[in-house]
């Protein structure tokens, strides 16, 4: 004599609890890679506003979970002669840090050669923004194109 045994076409309640529990975990998983991938800090324009102390206002921003931080390093192309290459000349750097999820203005000051350049150039030139995050996650360097505008002087005028 045989023994048949009928399996029902409808889960448990157990096998369907078991199953949510899954594929929310996977859900989850899922969120925390997406948010990793696209955790950073990135450059809130392209414009850079230099105060006339020569205190360049970098805007920047965090996504992701945690605090950005790293270092920003600002150079223009430096001018060859003849068959030379011309090497980039360092026009400042400093430190970052911004909360997650927001944006701050880095005050990076402009050294001797950049306030000089900045000035021949009649407020206004091309340079490039590397920046270097140290966290969250590991080392990465961006660079980007940016343009320094001296913020003109207000105030009265003298009769």
């Known amino acids: 004599m045989r023994t048949l045994t009928v399996v029902s076409p409808h889960p ?10 899954q594929e929310e975990a ?12 696209v ?10 506003t230099v105060k006339g102390g020569g205190e360049a206002a970098i ?8 605090t950005c931080s790293g270092k920003l390093t600002l150079t223009v192309k430096g001018k060859g002669q003849g068959k030379k290459m011309a090497k980039p000349e360092a ?3 400093t430190g ?5 999820g927001a944006t701050a203005t880095v005050e990076l000051e402009l050294n001797a050669a950049g306030r000089a350049l900045l000035s021949a150039e009649r407020g206004h030139c091309d340079a490039s923004l590397a920046i270097l995050e140290l966290a969250p996650g590991p080392e990465n360097v961006e660079t980007q194109a940016v343009h320094l ?10 009769k």
Do not use: D, M, P, Y
């Not at 989850?28 to 997406?34: D, P, Y």
């Not at 800090?41 to 392209?46: H, P, T």
């Not at 505008?149 to 003298?158: D, T």
């Open 26 to 37: 996977a859900a989850k998983k899922r969120e925390e890679e997406a948010a990793a991938a």
């Open 39 to 48: 955790s950073g800090v990135s450059l809130a324009g392209s414009t850079i």
């Open 91 to 93: 026009l400042g750097n």
């Open 12 to 21: 448990t309640e157990a096998e369907v609890a078991a199953k949510k529990q």
């Open 96 to 100: 970052f840090s911004v909360l997650w």
């Open 149 to 158: 505008v001296q913020r003109k002087a207000r105030g009265k005028a003298k």
């Open 59 to 66: 805007k920047l921003t965090c996504t992701g979970t945690e």
